[in-house]
């Protein structure tokens, strides 16, 4: 069992960047990979980035490579994502997920193979 809190969201101006963190209460090991979603009003919540969490390995959507970058530093069992060159369209509830389920060492991006998360912190880019 885990237990995620995120934090960092806000509001920037579009080329603007911004660090979410995730808090991870419990033992990263228990989980396969974790991730980063969003969701904006109206939409589908999808993946942004995904990392699993013994290997490293890291997963983007096309929409967001080369400007995020997902990291784990389990010394403090925390989970950042690391956003530049931020554009409206980035504008979102973030959300911070777990994985205990091997589906996400065939489909890493799929949300619906994510079975923890956190309540979410809100990301605004302005034009």
């Known amino acids: 069992q885990v237990q995620l809190v995120e934090s960092g969201g806000g509001s920037v101006q579009a080329g603007g960047s911004l660090r979410l963190s995730c808090a991870v209460t419990?033992?990263?090991?228990?989980?396969?990979?974790m991730g980063w979603f969003r969701q904006a009003p109206g939409k589908e919540r999808e993946a942004v980035a995904t990392i699993y969490t013994t290997i490293g390995t890291t997963y983007y959507d096309d929409s967001v490579r080369g400007r995020f970058t997902i990291s784990l530093d389990d010394a403090t069992n925390t989970l950042y994502l690391q956003m530049s060159s931020l554009k409206p369209e980035d504008t979102a509830m973030y959300y911070c997920a777990a994985s205990s389920t091997r589906d996400i060492l065939f489909f890493p991006l799929k949300t619906d193979n994510y079975n923890y998360w956190g309540q979410g912190t809100q990301v605004t880019v302005s034009s």
């Open positions: 419990g033992d990263i090991y228990d989980t396969y990979g």
